[in-house]
């Protein structure tokens, strides 16, 4: 596209085109400066219409305005902030924070030799577990999708020795990480940089950007820049000798192909890097060296073409991340071994191409026969293990439904609660008629009953205080009520996501030797029944929440009443 925003324009009359920032297929980045506010440098994001078909046209869009809310949310220093967001001249624009400097992928080329130093590595890495951090902890949790070096903005120091502050900028693939969800609505990300997942059905999580983030902290090691052979981490030492054994064993196992196999969280890889830093400056780790002895992450060598096996020991996830969606980690595992199965028989088919053509056809075929079957059964276990594991969750998660449904019948009715309401009632209405009686009686000798009047009318608003504490028992059963409620809800969630990710392992492991335990009914009826007992729960709220409603109503009149009468009354 044409990029006709001249130096001088004024859009909307108020940003004055400085420069030209950037551009790409379908937009641009320009510098500008903000008139209505001392001329403050911004960036202009800028999207155009213009050549696009429909479909690129709605997915643009649909990634601008994306940008636009993500970004109005959110405050850190590690994210640019947005102004302003306005159309014109058939293009969108987002207005936010103009960075000075440069992407990680400029400094990186004209820095590294071939990398950068571990202790550079090392401080950049903590600026970015600090802003992933604070993306997976919003609410719901931001996954990145597209941690890269040209997506991190580098702003150095008045030095100009090191580097000062990184940016996280191009938000226009980020996500919410919705629970329970299966797959991404859309699946895409930079060659390399992007984990397995991103490449299949399964929804992306926070490993999705440890991966990512596993692949820049390699690449910004060694210089390798992993768009070339994807998946295939080599050495990093070899590269960059200075590199602490902790520090490669750690960042092998960010970028292992299968999620469940990756750190839980940026706060895991933050505490492991923080630890390879206490150890180089000499201070004592924090945690024990007997302990961290056996949370050690142990060295698995990698070649500059193949994937080795994962750390055989590592922090493991927590009980809160054990709940996550089963079917991210199954439904991952098969996009691994499908990625896995392709890389290894195109690179060996490419290698040994150049031996057959110097004479050794013979061989050479053989070799690539036997490594075509070699990957095709890693890749076939690693299929099979996962309708075994996924047969395994849903087993454990129709149990789970099963036994959370009865939680919902042990107070169907509310009856307890109703019956001191009830009681409570008839006892105000005795209380009024008393009253009522001796207002009837008149003042009697000296006046007497004027006080006994009073006094009526004061049990009677007691008895609207008892009503009004059935109100707070009430809330006390309902609370808990409510929690079983979203229990079951999620159970059934749950079970039914379990039930597709099955029927997509078995699909998937085609001619494989494992099968469904379940079938769709098992399925069907354990969530129908479900269902009912829900049902029938919160019809019994809703009857005991009006019966509520009508005997506050009508104590409240008693109450008025109670007290008019006995206003009434002079003596």
Same mark, same amino acid.
């Given at each position: ?117 571990? %202790? ?27 941690? #890269? ?17 990184? /940016? $996280? ?97 940026? %706060? ?95 061989? %050479? ?42 939680? $919902? ?17 008839? /006892? ?97 009826? %354990? ?11 919160? #019809?019994?709220? #809703? ?5 509520? #409603? ?22």
């Amino acid at each position: 596209m044409a990029h006709n925003l001249a130096p001088g324009s004024l859009l909307i009359g108020r940003y004055r085109i400085l420069s030209l920032a950037g551009a790409g297929g379908m937009g641009a980045v320009y510098k500008a400066a903000d008139t209505q506010l001392g001329d403050r440098p911004v960036a202009l994001k800028e999207l155009s219409e213009s050549g696009l078909t429909p479909v690129e046209l709605a997915e643009a869009t649909e990634a601008f305005k994306r940008e636009a809310l993500l970004l109005a949310e959110l405050h850190h220093p590690g994210l640019p902030s947005i102004h302003d967001h306005f159309t014109t001249g058939g293009r969108w624009y987002l207005v936010m924070d103009f960075i000075e400097g440069e992407t990680l992928e400029d400094y990186l080329h004209h820095a590294g030799r071939p990398g950068l130093p571990v %202790a550079q590595v090392l401080r950049i890495a903590e600026h970015l577990c600090a802003v992933l951090d604070y993306l997976h902890h919003h609410v719901p949790p931001i996954i990145f999708r597209d941690l #890269k070096p040209s997506n991190v903005m580098v702003t150095r120091a008045a030095s100009g020795q090191s580097p000062d502050q990184f /940016q $996280l900028i191009d938000f226009g693939i980020a996500r919410l990480f919705k629970p329970g969800q299966t797959h991404d609505t859309v699946s895409f990300g930079s060659s390399g940089y992007a984990a397995p997942e991103q490449y299949g059905k399964a929804q992306t999580t926070v490993r999705s950007d440890i991966f990512s983030f596993g692949a820049l902290l390699h690449q910004l090691l060694t210089g390798i820049d992993p768009s070339i052979t994807p998946f295939a981490f080599p050495p990093i030492q070899p590269y960059n000798a200075q590199t602490p054994p902790a520090l490669e064993a750690l960042i092998l196992w960010m970028v292992q192909l299968d999620p469940s196999k990756r750190p839980p969280s940026v %706060a895991v890889v933050s505490q492991e890097l923080d630890q390879i830093v206490r150890q180089m400056h000499g201070v004592p780790p924090v945690i024990p060296p007997q302990q961290r002895a056996a949370l050690a992450v142990p060295l698995a060598p990698i070649s500059s073409m193949t994937w080795g096996p994962p750390p055989t020991a590592h922090l493991g996830p927590s009980a809160r991340e054990r709940r996550a969606p089963r079917g991210l980690v199954v439904l991952g595992s098969i996009g691994a071994a499908l990625v896995v199965l392709c890389i290894v028989v195109q690179t060996c088919a490419s290698a040994l191409g150049q031996d057959i053509a110097a004479g050794q056809s013979a061989a %050479a075929t053989a070799a690539v026969q036997q490594a075509d079957a070699q990957a095709t059964e890693t890749a076939q276990a690693v299929l099979d293990q996962a309708v075994t594991d996924a047969n395994a969750h849903l087993s454990t998660d129709l149990n789970g439904l099963s036994s959370d449904v009865p939680s $919902l019948a042990t107070v169907p009715d509310f009856s307890s609660v109703l019956t001191s309401y009830a009681n409570d009632w008839a /006892q105000m209405q005795k209380d009024y008629q008393t009253e009522h009686t001796d207002y009837q009686q008149g003042c009697g000798p000296y006046g007497g009953n004027a006080i006994t009047v009073r006094d009526d009318a004061i049990a009677v608003h007691d008895d609207l205080i008892a009503i009004q504490d059935d109100d707070i028992a009430l809330g006390d059963d309902v609370r808990p009520f409510n929690s079983d409620i979203g229990s079951v809800q999620s159970d059934m969630q749950t079970v039914q996501s379990d039930w597709t990710t099955l029927q997509n392992a078995v699909a998937a492991d085609g001619a494989g030797s494992v099968s469904a335990q379940f079938t769709s009914s098992d399925v069907n009826t %354990a969530v129908s029944n479900a269902q009912k007992q829900v049902d029938a729960s919160n #019809k019994a709220l #809703k009857a005991a929440q009006a019966s509520a #409603k009508q005997y506050d109503t009508e104590s409240g009149q008693k109450d008025t009443d109670a007290q008019n009468l006995a206003d009434s009354m002079h003596c």
